[in-house]
């Protein structure tokens, strides 16, 4: 039985190359179905659980207030993201090319990672500040302050918002998507453009405004991405940005 399988596995072929273009949008595709699919559970036991608690619980009203309970996306966030995660990994140990780590460069990064991402960090934390006076924009969307007034427990929140959707969307754009799309006729410039702009897309609840800022900081991610071979730079400035807007989300909330 045992020199059966041997010869099975001898015979099998073995991919040295990672998914092509194709098939890795497809499997991308596969990813963005399933994770409404994923936000759904959350809702239906969120809502199962409260109505089984509280006799007076709204359903109708919980599922009109979704996308502004703070409560809900806390954990849909973390199911989703977190699921996002596991489906990555389990496609490139399908493909069985390389290991995880080295599929998505999670190495340590090239010399001069550190002072490129401070700097390209701040001057784009500067532009947003900059551009936002000059046209009299609100500080933070209303939506960001009604989610955060109804999110708990906020502990979680946070951990959702500022580590695991970074990590998340960084090892699923700058990695996943990042090393298919690079191994097409786009190289690696198009598919640091490419990932920026579906990126950008999945932030529907975001105004113009913000979309071209989330666009213009994936470029950056992109390039530190590809400039120092490695998605750490990339993960690490997700984070601190994050953690910066939610803190002055706070800041500004409390004030």
């Known amino acids: 039985m045992n020199q059966q399988n041997d010869s099975d596995q001898k015979k099998r072929p073995v991919a040295t190359t990672p998914w092509s273009p194709a098939q890795t949008l497809a499997l991308t595709a596969a990813i963005a179905i399933t994770l409404p699919l994923v936000n759904m559970v959350v809702a239906l036991l969120m809502s ?28 849909a966030s973390l199911a989703a993201n977190l699921a996002t995660i596991w489906l990555v990994l389990r496609f490139i140990d399908l493909r069985g090319a390389v ?10 990064p090239a010399a001069g990672w550190i002072p490129a991402m401070i700097v390209g960090g701040a001057i784009y ?6 551009v936002g006076a000059l ?30 959707a970074p990590v998340a969307e960084e090892v699923l754009f700058r990695g996943f998507l990042f090393v298919g799309l690079r191994n097409s006729w786009l190289g690696s410039n198009g598919a640091i453009l490419a990932t920026s702009f579906l990126w950008t897309i999945i ?53």
């Open 203 to 255: 932030h529907l609840q975001y105004d113009l405004f913000d979309k071209l800022m989330i666009f213009a900081l994936g470029i950056y991610l992109g390039w530190l991405r590809d400039r120092f071979n490695s998605i750490l730079p990339a993960v690490i400035l997700h984070v601190v940005i994050n953690t910066l807007a939610l803190s002055g989300l706070v800041a500004s909330i409390e004030r």
């Open 135 to 164: 046209f009299d924009r609100p500080e933070f969307p209303q939506f960001l302050i009604e989610i955060y007034a109804t999110a708990e427990p906020m502990l979680l929140f946070w951990l959702a918002l500022t580590l695991v």
């Open 125 to 130: 934390l500067l532009l947003e500040r900059f």
């Open 48 to 75: 199962g659980i409260s109505a089984a608690v509280d006799p007076a619980f709204d359903q109708k009203q919980f599922y009109r207030d979704l996308r502004q309970d703070g409560h809900y996306l806390t954990y």
């Open 99 to 108: 290991r995880w780590p080295t599929y998505l460069a999670a190495r340590a």
